[in-house]
């Protein structure tokens, strides 16, 4: 069985950096699959934040890039997401999830999602 653990801080002010882990048990992040980090805003639907694969190359949506940086630990079995400068409309749940091969938006196992709240 697949799963997936987010963890990180719940509250941030503006123009800190945001850091999310996601512990992954019953698969290795280096098989075939896009290890995904998205997230829900209130009142918004699902927003793709960016990928790394197995291989370690990294997909990022445009919107977010310039403040967006995905990595992983495998000896940890663990994938990072940091989101710099941020700013209150950055407050959603983040998830992390896994990315069917050959298919970046398509996911069979999601994390819990972690609320996480920028606000002075």
């Known amino acids: 069985q697949v799963q997936l653990q987010e963890s990180g801080p719940g509250l941030l002010k503006p123009s800190q950096t945001l850091s999310l882990t996601c512990t992954v048990s019953?698969?290795?992040?280096?098989?075939?699959?896009?290890w995904t980090w998205i997230r829900q805003s209130p009142g918004k639907g699902l927003e793709w934040m960016g990928a790394?694969?197995?291989?370690?190359?990294?997909f990022y949506n445009p919107d977010l890039e310039s403040r967006t940086s995905i990595s992983r630990d495998t000896s940890k079995n663990q994938f990072t997401l940091q989101l710099s400068s941020v700013i209150p409309e950055d407050t959603a749940v983040y998830y992390c999830?896994?990315?069917?091969?050959?298919?970046?938006?398509?996911?069979?196992?999601w994390g819990q999602g972690t609320q996480v709240t920028v606000s002075s």
């Open positions: 999830a896994r990315g069917m091969p050959k298919s970046l938006y398509t996911y069979d196992y």
């Open positions: 019953g698969d290795v992040i280096t098989n075939n699959y896009y």
């Open positions: 790394i694969a197995y291989s370690g190359s990294t």
